[in-house]
């Protein structure tokens, strides 16, 4: 087994150097370097998928950032972009919608726990299946889903409809970043990976897309806030009726949009090849290479990797059972026999790959942190993002503020969280340390926002809870997928992520009977969970933070 600090290495690079067919007559597996990778230390004690893909990580390195990969990134910002717009568009409409259904506070959680709950049953199915039927289809399918149902969101005439609908659009969106995080990261050359927790910044930039147009259409098309539902009026008393609140809905079909021109781009615009990670754990060795040409193709570049490399590796025996990262060699590295097991074989070698995440205490423990991290990270800012624009508008009434104000501020407290991205960015080299900070300092700014009582306090105490929210998940969401290999890493966030939305669907119930009686209770309950969350990085095992991704 490799040695702590030879899999401790965060960039991996390597020399520029062409191995043709002479190379491969000695029956050596040569790396860029020049090297025979059964001799090559760093390759010591791998399995042979461990070896495989480190070859594609050091021919990623050579290649470099080209077209290709700042195309994917883009491609999948769009998925962060969506995630936080429709959960910042629900947020945003869920009062003009009570003044026109009429449905009381207790029941004011209940969009946000159908979307919740849409977005648990999507983080875990699509984390499961972009394991199974690959990278490339469950990049699709899920913007598709989503935006089928979320175009239709502003045509319905009860909440009960709006409900429903939330919850499918929640399934499309669930996958988003555990999906996309984990393609992005399978194609980017190492010492490109801080390019991950910047797929973040797109979440803030969308929740300000969303509090603009909601800006621009909520206060010129919505009842007067004191108006109440037409649905149960007293006598003679004006109402809310659907013609003349019709903003909410606006600002629906414009998101829904939104949504179909990203699944344009991803399905129409580009097409997006299979990862070579999920080609070679599924023992399509050739198909892997095809990818890897045809990125070096698009980028105006050269593959030096070939299958005859492949071919000539060995698998270390002694790794077989366990490696470094505790991955399995029957599990990660059947190779091309993998594709002729009969359904009943193939089916329990899916199973087995979830042994894996058990494979050692080390994995254990972090399995373990990261769901608790995920859950009460998501129980806090699900409380966070549900309720405080509600809390800032009530507090906006008491301060005087109208509708368009109350808006507005939403716009300013929001762009709080694009530096907030950037500065986890800026230390992303430091994992433990940007996620101990963010963490601490989210959950202190929710118990400071109880303190104030005036307009500008509220929007900088706010914009600061959204700052270290936004540098927190980034790190976070970055960070995830490097913690696992290949054959379990969209399971692993998949997993991850289903514990996190199961916690936000308890969230906003528990938070609904909690803000019925105090305003100030709902952000206690919210800031004691991110400090959960500050404890349990504590703990996380170092040799997971920063190390070679297979």
């Given at each position: 087994m490799a040695s702590e600090a030879d899999r401790k290495v965060d960039v991996v690079t390597a020399p520029p150097?062409?191995?043709?067919?002479?190379?491969?007559?000695?029956?050596?597996?040569?790396?860029?370097?020049?090297?025979?990778?059964?001799?090559?230390?760093?390759?010591?004690?791998?399995?042979?998928?461990?070896?495989?893909?480190?070859?594609v990580n050091r021919?990623?390195?050579?290649?470099?950032?080209?077209?290709?990969?700042?195309?994917?990134?883009?491609?999948?910002?769009?998925?962060?972009?969506?995630?936080?717009?429709?959960?910042?568009?629900?947020?945003?409409?869920?009062?003009?919608?009570?003044?026109?259904?009429?449905?009381?506070?207790?029941?004011?959680?209940?969009?946000?726990?159908?979307?919740?709950?849409?977005?648990?049953?999507?983080?875990?199915?699509?984390?499961?299946?972009?394991?199974?039927?690959?990278?490339?289809?469950?990049?699709?399918?899920?913007?598709?889903?989503?935006?089928?149902?979320?175009?239709c969101?502003?045509?319905?005439n009860s909440y009960n409809a709006v409900i429903v609908l939330t919850a499918f659009v929640g399934i499309g969106i669930g996958g988003n970043i555990p999906i996309d995080t984990t393609i992005c990261l399978e194609c980017l050359p190492q010492n490109r990976r801080w390019l991950l927790p910047t797929l973040s910044v797109f979440q803030p930039i969308g929740v300000v897309l969303c509090s603009g147009i909601a800006y621009g259409f909520i206060p010129n098309y919505s009842c007067a806030p004191d108006l109440?539902?037409?649905?149960?009026?007293?006598?003679?008393?004006?109402?809310?009726?659907?013609?003349?609140?019709?903003?909410?809905?606006?600002?629906?079909?414009?998101?829904?949009?939104?949504?179909?021109?990203?699944?344009?781009?991803?399905?129409?615009?580009?097409?997006?090849?299979?990862?070579?990670?999920?080609?070679?754990?599924?023992?399509?060795?050739?198909?892997?290479?095809?990818?890897?040409?045809?990125i070096a193709h698009y980028n105006k570049r050269e593959c030096h990797l070939t299958l005859e490399t492949f071919a000539?590796?060995?698998?270390?025996?002694?790794?077989?059972?366990?490696s470094g990262s505790g991955s399995h060699d029957a599990i990660l590295g059947s190779g091309s026999n993998q594709k002729n097991l009969p359904l009943r074989q193939r089916l329990k070698?899916?199973?087995?790959?979830?042994?894996?995440?058990?494979?050692?205490?080390?994995?254990?423990?972090?399995?373990?942190?990261?769901?608790?991290?995920?859950?009460?990270?998501?129980?806090?800012?699900?409380?966070?993002?549900?309720?405080?624009?509600?809390?800032?508008?009530?507090?906006?009434?008491?301060?005087?503020?109208?509708?368009?104000?109350?808006?507005?501020?939403?716009?300013?407290?929001y762009l709080f969280g694009i530096p907030g991205v950037l500065a986890g960015t800026l230390i992303y080299s430091r994992r433990r340390l940007a996620l101990l900070l963010s963490s601490a300092l989210f959950g202190a700014c929710l118990f400071v926002f109880t303190a104030v009582s005036d307009e500008p306090s509220y929007i900088g105490v706010n914009g600061l809870v959204y700052f270290f929210q936004s540098m927190?998940?980034?790190?976070?969401?970055?960070?995830?997928?490097?913690?696992?290999?290949a054959p379990v890493r969209g399971s692993a966030c998949g997993i991850s992520s289903f514990f996190g939305r199961v916690f936000s669907i308890i969230a906003p119930i528990a938070a609904s009977r909690v803000f019925a009686h105090s305003l100030n209770g709902v952000l206690y309950l919210a800031g004691a969970s991110v400090w959960i969350c500050t404890l349990a990085v504590l703990f996380l095992p170092a040799q997971y933070l920063g190390t070679q991704s297979y």
């Amino acid at each position: 087994m490799a040695s702590e600090a030879d899999r401790k290495v965060d960039v991996v690079t390597a020399p520029p150097v062409h191995h043709g067919a002479d190379d491969m007559e000695i029956g050596k597996a040569v790396s860029n370097d020049g090297t025979d990778v059964n001799t090559d230390p760093e390759f010591e004690g791998l399995t042979l998928y461990e070896k495989k893909a480190l070859l594609v990580n050091r021919e990623l390195d050579e290649q470099g950032m080209g077209r290709y990969q700042w195309t994917v990134f883009f491609l999948c910002s769009f998925g962060y972009l969506l995630d936080l717009t429709w959960a910042q568009a629900f947020g945003l409409v869920v009062t003009p919608m009570q003044n026109e259904f009429g449905f009381g506070d207790t029941e004011l959680g209940n969009i946000f726990t159908s979307f919740s709950a849409g977005l648990t049953a999507g983080a875990f199915v699509w984390g499961i299946l972009v394991d199974v039927i690959g990278r490339s289809a469950a990049f699709n399918y899920t913007v598709l889903i989503s935006s089928i149902f979320g175009i239709c969101l502003g045509a319905p005439n009860s909440y009960n409809a709006v409900i429903v609908l939330t919850a499918f659009v929640g399934i499309g969106i669930g996958g988003n970043i555990p999906i996309d995080t984990t393609i992005c990261l399978e194609c980017l050359p190492q010492n490109r990976r801080w390019l991950l927790p910047t797929l973040s910044v797109f979440q803030p930039i969308g929740v300000v897309l969303c509090s603009g147009i909601a800006y621009g259409f909520i206060p010129n098309y919505s009842c007067a806030p004191d108006l109440v539902s037409c649905n149960r009026p007293d006598a003679g008393t004006p109402c809310c009726t659907k013609a003349d609140n019709w903003g909410w809905r606006y600002l629906m079909f414009t998101i829904g949009a939104i949504t179909v021109a990203v699944f344009v781009l991803r399905f129409v615009v580009f097409r997006f090849k299979e990862s070579p990670k999920y080609l070679l754990y599924r023992g399509q060795d050739e198909k892997a290479i095809e990818v890897l040409q045809h990125i070096a193709h698009y980028n105006k570049r050269e593959c030096h990797l070939t299958l005859e490399t492949f071919a000539a590796l060995t698998s270390d025996s002694s790794s077989a059972s366990t490696s470094g990262s505790g991955s399995h060699d029957a599990i990660l590295g059947s190779g091309s026999n993998q594709k002729n097991l009969p359904l009943r074989q193939r089916l329990k070698l899916e199973l087995s790959r979830f042994k894996v995440l058990f494979s050692s205490s080390s994995m254990t423990r972090l399995v373990v942190l990261v769901w608790i991290i995920y859950a009460f990270d998501y129980w806090g800012f699900t409380i966070a993002g549900s309720f405080l624009p509600t809390i800032l508008a009530r507090k906006g009434r008491d301060l005087g503020l109208g509708l368009r104000e109350t808006y507005r501020s939403y716009v300013y407290i929001y762009l709080f969280g694009i530096p907030g991205v950037l500065a986890g960015t800026l230390i992303y080299s430091r994992r433990r340390l940007a996620l101990l900070l963010s963490s601490a300092l989210f959950g202190a700014c929710l118990f400071v926002f109880t303190a104030v009582s005036d307009e500008p306090s509220y929007i900088g105490v706010n914009g600061l809870v959204y700052f270290f929210q936004s540098m927190f998940n980034a790190v976070l969401y970055g960070w995830t997928p490097e913690a696992f290999p290949a054959p379990v890493r969209g399971s692993a966030c998949g997993i991850s992520s289903f514990f996190g939305r199961v916690f936000s669907i308890i969230a906003p119930i528990a938070a609904s009977r909690v803000f019925a009686h105090s305003l100030n209770g709902v952000l206690y309950l919210a800031g004691a969970s991110v400090w959960i969350c500050t404890l349990a990085v504590l703990f996380l095992p170092a040799q997971y933070l920063g190390t070679q991704s297979y």
